[in-house]
Structures are given as structure tokens and as C-alpha cells.
């Protein structure tokens, strides 16, 4: 079975412009989250989907956005990017969202903002 | 408030030797996950264990083991006959109850080095 695949790997973007990061979950998981990881930050919840709705969201700004189709795959959407935002944006996928379901992870996609 | 807390933030260990990564969690929340995490330099994170709060017994999966001690509320990752292919972020994670979705709150990370 394959994994949960992110497109693109890498991303170079400039201050102010807006950028999509893409998810594929593995077959049949229709849970899907996006953590955000910096060397100051950490790991920090972005947002869940599960079943083309939000179902959690975290401290983040508005201009962090995404989204959730019916084939499960998802998106989020970065706009007026900042050079804050330079992390790795990692995206996970879930049978469902309950607390005892593992989250498996895909490879990421690094962004840097210049 | 710090929910998950890793204490070391490196670790060395000697190749074929047992290591145990520190965590202590905190939540008021009677239904939650606890997940480790090993994330090699390419930063992919890999799924390594689960302890669900309602587990009777440890955990363990091949050379992991999840030391769960509730009451301390403590859920220690243990590896066994360490590999040089060990070298690696580790973090311990968890979710709480069914209503918070997805959510995963991750510790700071224990990097681990292993000496051959």
C-alpha cells in the first residue's frame, strides 16, 4: 500500500506570494492533518480534515488555509507568505480521527521564503 | 502550559545497548493516544508505537516498548539492542478524547546518536 505522498518536495517562494502545498493520504484513511515544523516551533497543528470538513484547527493566522476533497486528498494554501513561514510542512493521514488511531506521515515539503 | 515534555534534548548510546527516551505528558482528559515518533535527518517521521490511555499493558513493537506508567503520567519509549540506523529525532506525541480530531501535541524532540 503506498504511503502518504506531498507535493512538491521543495519550494522556494518569495515574501508576499502565495503558495499550495498537496497531500495524498494512504488508501482508505480520510483523516488528514498539517503540522508545521521550525527549529524554534517545533512541531505545531495546522488543521484536520475528515471528510472534506474541518474538524480542528490550530493557532495560526488566516492566511493559512486549506482544504479537503472528496477523494480525500488535501491542500493548504499559504498567502501573503512571510519569511516565518519558512518550515517544513508535513502532512498526515488517519483511518479516522479518533485519539487511539495512529497518524502515519508523509516525506513533506520544505518551503523557504526569501 | 507544556503539555508533552522531553527532557533530553540529545542522547548517546552505545551500538547493541538498550536506551530509554524520557516523556511526561499532561491532560485532564481520561481518553487519549500516545504516540512515538522517529524523524532521520530526511524528515520524514515515522510512526513507532502506540499506548492508548485505557491500555492495560506496555506497548511494544519489535525492538520498542512503551513504559506507561499512568499515575506518573509518564510514557517512556525504550529501545532495545540499539542500531546505528536508530540515530535519529525522536518525539513523543499525543492526542486527546475523541472531540479533539486529529490533533497530535508533539515534545520538543531527544536526539539520539548511537556510537558504534
Known amino acids: 500500500k503506498a504511503g502518504v505522498t506531498q507535493t512538491p518536495r521543495y519550494l522556494i517562494k518569495t515574501r508576499g506570494q502565495q503558495v499550495t502545498l498537496s497531500c495524498s493520504p494512504i488508501?482508505?484513511?480520510?483523516?488528514v492533518s498539517w503540522y508545521q515544523q521550525t527549529p524554534g516551533q517545533g512541531l505545531q497543528f495546522l488543521f484536520e480534515y475528515f471528510s472534506e470538513t474541518q474538524r480542528n484547527k490550530g493557532n495560526f493566522p488566516g492566511r493559512f488555509s486549506g482544504r479537503q476533497f472528496s477523494n480525500s486528498r488535501s491542500e493548504m494554501n499559504v498567502s501573503t507568505l512571510e519569511l516565518g513561514d519558512s518550515a517544513l510542512y508535513l502532512c498526515?493521514?488517519?483511518?479516522?480521527?479518533?485519539?487511539?488511531?495512529?497518524?502515519?506521515f508523509g516525506p513533506g515539503t520544505r518551503l523557504t521564503v526569501t | 502550559a507544556q503539555k508533552i515534555t522531553q527532557t533530553q534534548p540529545g542522547m548517546f548510546v552505545q551500538e547493541k545497548e538498550a536506551v530509554t527516551l524520557d516523556c511526561t505528558y499532561d491532560?485532564?482528559?481520561?481518553?487519549?493516544?500516545l504516540f512515538w515518533y522517529k524523524q532521520p535527518s530526511s524528515g520524514e517521521m515515522i510512526f513507532l508505537i502506540y499506548q492508548g490511555s485505557y491500555d492495560q499493558q506496555n506497548a511494544t513493537e519489535g525492538r520498542y516498548s512503551l513504559n506507561f506508567q499512568k499515575a506518573r503520567k509518564s510514557a517512556n519509549l525504550v529501545i532495545s539492542a540499539s542500531q546505528l540506523g536508530d540515530s535519529a529525532m525522536y518525539f513523543c506525541a499525543m492526542r486527546e478524547g475523541a472531540n479533539q480530531g486529529g490533533k497530535l501535541i508533539f515534545g520538543q524532540g531527544t536526539e539520539l546518536s548511537v556510537k558504534p
Open positions: 498526515a493521514s488517519s483511518l479516522s480521527p479518533a485519539f487511539s488511531y495512529e497518524q502515519y
Open positions: 488508501s482508505g484513511h480520510r483523516s
Open positions: 491532560t485532564s482528559d481520561p481518553s487519549y493516544g
